[in-house]
């Protein structure tokens, strides 16, 4: 048995050591808003918190992660919920696939730098693909977001 905490709560797991984590958050425990992209840890689609820094899913052995927080998109960080309110208020999903991964980048990042500069959000950001191309909005959110967190 493995023991994950994942968006606060506790999951005992009987599975595979070595069975990547994104498989047990989808199919163990049921979490899917974080996506299977590539499989091979190069388009962000899996990307999950760890101790607060953006980790690929897929190319992490769940044996790794225990005794580690883990926070997936349902999740609820400070970072990541203000994140999600200027992502709405820039209307940055298109198809929406890459978005949790997205999602979970800037939040790493913001709470490793909470006022990034623009070559520091896209080196960060540089991590995910978006098959739809919403690059612009999505650094566009990033920067009102930290605007916004700046002015409180």
């Given amino acids: 048995m493995i023991t994950l905490k994942i968006n606060g709560k506790e999951h005992e797991v009987d ?33 999950v918190l760890m101790d607060g820094n953006a980790v ?24 990541l919920q203000a994140l999600q309110k200027s992502w709405a208020e820039f209307n940055v999903p298109q198809c929406g696939f890459c978005q949790s991964g997205q999602l ?14 623009e070559a520091e959000i896209n080196g960060n950001m540089s991590r995910n693909i978006c098959r739809c191309g919403t690059y612009t909005r999505i650094k566009g959110a990033i920067k009102h977001c930290v605007e916004q967190k700046n002015k409180s």
């Fill in 56 to 79: 690929n899913s897929c190319q992490m052995p769940v044996s790794a992660m225990e005794g580690k927080e883990i926070i997936t998109i349902e999740g609820k960080t400070e970072n």
């Fill in 104 to 117: 979970i980048t800037a939040t790493s990042m913001l709470n490793n730098n909470p006022n990034p500069s």
């Fill in 15 to 47: 599975v595979d050591p070595t069975m990547p984590l994104l498989w047990v958050i989808r199919d163990i425990i049921g979490y899917t808003g974080t996506k299977f992209g590539c499989g091979k840890g190069l388009c962000g689609a899996c990307m």
